[in-house]
Structure formats: C-alpha cells, structure tokens
T-cell receptor, first 111, second 112 residues
Framework: QKEVEQDPGPLSVPEGAIVSLNCTYSNSAFQYFMWYRQYSRKGPELLMYTYSSGNKEDGRFTAQVDKSSKYISLFIRDSQPSDSATYLCAMIIQGAQKLVFGQGTRLTINP | DSGVTQTPKHLITATGQRVTLRCSPRSGDLSVYWYQQSLDQGLQFLIQYYNGEERAKGNILERFSAQQFPDLHSELNLSSLELGDSALYFC???????????FGSGTQLSVL
C-alpha cells in the first residue's frame, strides 16, 4: 500500500464548476501538507501549504485537512481553463527530510 | 520562474552510457532534492542534500549518484543507463529541510 493515495483521474469538468481533489494517507505522523500544480512538461509549483486540521483559503483555492480521517482535499472555485493541469498532494513527517507525493490527478477544465 | 535552474533541458543518449544532470538552487537555499518522474511511477524522491551533506535517500539506484558542491549547486550522475531510466528528472530547493520546495523545469532524459 502506498503511503499517499491519490486518484490519477483524469478529471474533466466544465468551466465555472467547483473542483474537488483528494488524497488519503496511511501514516498519522504526517504533519505538513501541500498541494502542487504541474503544467505539462513543467516543474511542480507550490499552491497551498498547511499544517493543522481545518481549512485554508487562498483566492479561488481552499485546502482542507482532516487528520482524524487522514484525508486532505483541494477545492477550486470558479474553475478556469488555465487551471487545467496535474495536481499533486504532498506531505511530510515532522523531523523527516523526505516529502512524499501522491500520484497526481490530471484535471481538464473545458470552456 | 521558480529560481531553480536545471541543465540540460533535454538529453538523448544510448543504453550503457553515463550522463550528468546539473542543478543550481534558488539563491540562499541550502537544501537540494532530486526527483524522478515517469508516467507510471509518478514523482519519486531520489536523494536530498543540505549544505553539501547527504541528508536523505529515497529509491535511488546504485547506478545513480549525486553530490552538492560548496557553491550549493548539485549534480546527479546516472551511469550504465537502461531504457527504463528514461524520465523527467527534477531538482528542487528549499531554504531548510521540511520547508516548501521550489522545483526547476526538469531534464527530460531519453535513453534509446
């Protein structure tokens, strides 16, 4: 079983829809949670960084962490075609060096 | 632009050969990470350096090695290349381990 599970998709939604992307993890020692966006053939770029359970909002993006369920989510409101990319969740254990990534979910927003 | 520079952008080579990938981290970042990304394996952590010292190792093959130099740039050496080594290799940097990672644009390696 992988430490971090993420549905690879692909996920296709119409422009303006609310998108929900999710990851589950097995190790309760994970403390820091991130979402990266990766456009085709480019390096991942950091979107959201959270530590505690609860919600964190940044513009159209909301990251949600539920440590009791070992479940994290990224919501995208008013989705745009420019949001079409692969979204990777990532997490790290406090005191550890290694960031563990999910498989990534390929998202397409259709105009 | 993340500030992390990787060269070359593309590399085509033959099986059995050896190549070197280079990474310059963001100014001031002491940690450098190497990741391999292939279609079926996703983003796999290879190795991490902090201020010249190896800090963590992931699924890095014995045929692969890396180092971080005093000026903080890093090189990933891949030898006895096999077809399965074809992938995107990313370098990332951060000011300190466990802080946010900033990724370069990657080196696309094709082994023919």
């Amino acid at each position: 079983q992988k430490e971090v599970e993420q549905d690879p998709g692909p996920l296709s939604v119409p422009e303006g829809a609310i998108v929900s992307l999710n990851c589950t993890y097995s190790n309760s020692a994970f403390q820091y949670f991130m979402w990266y966006r990766q456009y085709s053939r480019k390096g991942p770029e950091l979107l959201m960084y959270t530590y505690s359970s609860g919600n964190k909002e940044d513009g159209r993006f909301t990251a949600q962490v539920d440590k009791s369920s070992k479940y994290i989510s990224l919501f995208i409101r008013d989705s745009q075609p420019s949001d079409s990319a692969t979204y990777l969740c990532a997490m790290i254990i406090q005191g550890a060096q290694k960031l563990v990534f999910g498989q990534g979910t390929r998202l397409t927003i259709n105009p | 632009d993340s500030g992390v520079t990787q060269t070359p952008k593309h590399l085509i080579t033959a099986t059995g050969q050896r190549v070197t990938l280079r990474c310059s981290p963001r100014s001031g970042d002491l940690s450098v990470y190497w990741y391999q990304q292939s279609l079926d394996q996703g983003l796999q952590f290879l190795i991490q350096y902090y201020n010249g010292e190896e800090r963590a190792k992931g699924n890095i093959l014995e045929r692969f090695s890396a180092q971080q130099f005093p000026d903080l740039h890093s090189e990933l050496n891949l030898s006895s290349l096999e077809l399965g080594d074809s992938a995107l290799y990313f370098c990332a940097s951060s000011p300190h381990p466990r802080e946010k990672l900033f990724f370069g644009s990657g080196t696309q390696l094709s082994v023919l």
